[in-house]
């Protein structure tokens, strides 16, 4: 059988998708404004910009002749599947996406997505988290998705409140310092 007839993938395309933490039964796809903009100019500078040089690229490289020893047509290739996975991951997030503003919620002292929140743990450890949507968190921010456990433990509690946190060393208290959330933005 030719070459050209076998199908040229790393059969991992959707691999991105199934990385992802599952989002709860029945749960949705909570992401901010800011996040789904964020995503939303990735899968566009995807498909205007990088995408169409890569596939110049390729071409250029295509018509130079044999291909099996081409290394940018070879790496062209291999890029311009990574960034198909990457349109295709990013539309589906963004088709399922549910946008919350957490702004709604500026004043309260009640734990909601968007929430910026300090606690302190059962041995004196001071913390504040910002719980985000699963595809905008960002643990070196201290930004929390939505589902995962510390979140899921101060979600929907106040300020003064403790909560359990159950951990693999046990369960631990959680006691809500503040809550706060960003500034509505003025529509003129």
């Known amino acids: 059988m030719s070459k050209a007839f076998t199908k040229e993938s790393d059969g991992d395309d959707d691999d991105e998708i199934g990385a992802l933490p599952p989002l709860p039964a029945g749960g949705k796809n909570y992401i901010t404004p ?47 599947r990574e960034i198909d996975r990457r349109i295709r991951f990013l539309t589906k997030r963004l088709e399922i996406a549910e946008v919350v503003d957490p702004a709604v919620h500026a004043g309260s002292d009640q734990v909601f997505f968007g929430a910026t929140v300090s606690y302190v743990d059962d041995e004196g450890v001071e913390r504040s988290i910002t719980i985000m949507g699963i595809d905008e968190a960002d643990s ?37 310092l503040e809550v706060s959330y960003p500034a509505p933005a003025d529509k003129d």
């Open 140 to 176: 070196a921010q201290n930004q929390v998705s939505w589902i995962a456990p510390v979140s899921r433990a101060l979600l929907k509690s106040r300020v003064g409140d403790e909560v359990a946190l159950p951990t693999p060393a046990g369960v631990r208290m959680l006691e809500i």
């Open 34 to 80: 800011q996040g789904y903009q964020r995503l939303k100019d990735e899968l566009l500078e995807l498909i205007d910009n990088e995408r169409p040089k890569i596939v110049e690229i390729v071409h250029w490289a295509a018509s130079n002749g044999d291909r099996s020893e081409n290394g940018d047509y070879l790496y062209g290739k291999k890029r311009l």
